[in-house]
């Protein structure tokens, strides 16, 4: 039976409607500006956060020394004593068997410190920063210092929506030291663990201590056997050891640092926070010369915080003096206050301060944080080795930044990309960033890559510095884990 003329037309609606419905949304412009949510941002951050195979030096009392930790771990709001603090984890681990102590109120927490660059260039791009927090390290002559400043950096191109939706891994980057390590996306030494919840970047870690000609004091390596060689040996129960770049045979290894929000990864290692009640469970007592079978390695989660948290420690109203030295203070133009994860602004827009240099109450160290950090402005030199015998180090693509007397591959300099002429050896504009192309120049001075120009960060533009953002929620007093 013909349907009569006054059915036709709602049918026909319908279908069309139905029809739309199973039609796959149109692919969004890659040259169109757009941005990512918040959760997105946090989401990917989660997504790619490192697995860090980690060697120990945990005998001679120093069980502990090896733990990520934050800046606040002691909770006494006091940055220049934290290596004076660290120093008596063992005492923490030992009282940690016995029920309340002293040591009950501290929060280890192991933390790594992050920040999320967001911009257009041809699709939308990223670059991902972890900052490993460690409370002292020893350098190779046997010198104590305060807050170590290794990281993991990633370029992740063609970011499409939530992560895990096709996009990929340009180049990883990592800290050995003054050297900038990297690999670009299809090099062997680049291996992730795959999972549904994470793709995790492997990363093996030396102990805290010192060595001679030797991996030492926190360095980054790449590890270049796949996450299938550690499945099997976890499996077995077979020994406990890691080939990285660089380097001639495996090293040992006595922990595993995996993201707490990664619930794949952290079943997989069956992975457990540090907290007082189980501290000493979660301890290793290993030297570093000395090898451990799968089932003597910690497993310890570690959580994700924003590197915006610290940032205003260093302002100059922001009671830096606590923190940080007085001697050579930065200056930045800021076009936007930094924000808290409410969108609350805790260090004004304009002509800004911050002061760097790290205050030590042992007056063993006065290395810079992050406000001179060349890898918080992109201005790094990339060396594909690395090397025990120290150097890559050098600064002079950072001077010429600063100076802005050398063009990018664009043909502009700092100043020029940025819109502040007078900013050349003067002051920094808050979102000077250089994007590393990955690919290693010998010329001294001389980066491949660009400086992301003048209003790249606005949304409208796509952008998003989160340099100067938080992002994740402090959970003030808690402990590792607790919501």
Excluded: C
Aim: no cysteine; net charge negative; aromatic share 14%.
């Amino acid at each position: 039976m013909n349907p009569s003329p006054k059915r036709v037309g709602p049918l026909v609606v319908l279908a069309l409607l139905l029809a739309g419905l199973s039609w796959p949304a149109p692919a969004r412009a890659q040259s169109q500006p757009w941005s990512l949510t918040n959760a997105q941002r946090q989401a990917f951050l989660r997504y790619y956060a490192p697995v860090i195979f980690k060697r120990a030096n945990a005998n001679d009392g120093r069980h502990g020394y090896d733990w990520l930790t934050n800046f606040d771990f002691d909770q006494d709001g006091d940055f220049s004593n934290n290596k004076l603090h660290w120093k008596q984890i063992p005492q923490y681990v030992d009282a940690s068997r016995t029920g309340p102590s002293a040591f009950d109120r501290w929060r280890v927490r192991p933390t790594l410190y992050t920040s999320l660059i967001e911009y257009m260039d041809g699709g939308k791009n990223l670059v991902l920063v972890y900052h490993l927090y460690h409370a002292l390290d020893k350098n190779a002559a046997g010198d104590y210092q305060l807050h170590d400043w290794e990281r993991v950096e990633m370029q992740v191109k063609n970011v499409v929506g939530n992560p895990g939706s096709g996009e990929s891994v340009a180049y990883a980057v990592v800290t050995q030291h003054k050297r900038n390590v990297v690999r670009q996306q299809g090099n062997t030494d680049l291996n992730f663990m795959q999972t549904p919840t994470g793709s995790h970047l492997l990363i093996w870690q030396a102990e805290w201590s010192d060595k001679l000609l030797a991996a030492h004091g926190q360095e980054l390596r790449f590890v270049t056997e796949p996450y299938s060689f550690f499945a099997g040996r976890m499996a077995s129960g077979g020994k406990a050891e890691a080939d990285v770049n660089n380097d001639d045979g495996r090293k040992k290894l006595h922990y595993a640092f995996v993201p707490e929000d990664s619930a794949a990864a952290v079943a997989a290692f069956n992975a457990q926070p540090v907290r007082y009640a189980n501290a000493d469970a979660q301890a290793s007592r290993y030297d570093n010369g000395s090898s451990a079978n799968w089932p003597a390695v910690k497993r310890v989660t570690y959580e994700l915080q924003d590197i915006a948290d610290i940032v205003p420690t260093h302002w100059e109203y922001g009671g830096w003096a606590t923190h940080w030295l007085p001697d050579g203070p930065q200056y930045f133009f800021l076009e936007s206050p930094v924000v808290n994860e409410a969108g609350q602004a805790e260090v004004s827009a304009g002509m800004q301060r911050f002061f760097s240099k790290t205050r030590d109450l042992e007056n063993e160290d006065d290395r810079e944080g992050y406000p001179s950090k060349k890898w918080f402005f992109g201005t790094f030199e990339l060396n594909d080795k690395a090397s025990d015998t120290g150097g890559g180090g050098s600064n002079a693509f950072h001077d010429n930044a600063w100076a802005s007397t050398v063009v990018d591959s664009r043909g502009r300099t700092r100043a020029s990309a940025s819109g502040y002429p007078t900013s050349a050896n003067s002051f920094w504009w808050q979102h000077d960033y250089f994007v590393h192309s990955g690919a290693v120049d010998s010329s001294d001075g001389v980066e491949q890559g660009f400086w992301l120009p003048g209003g790249w960060y606005l949304p409208a533009n796509g952008g998003f510095d989160g340099r100067w953002a938080q992002l994740f929620d402090d959970r003030p007093g808690l402990e590792s884990g607790a919501r």
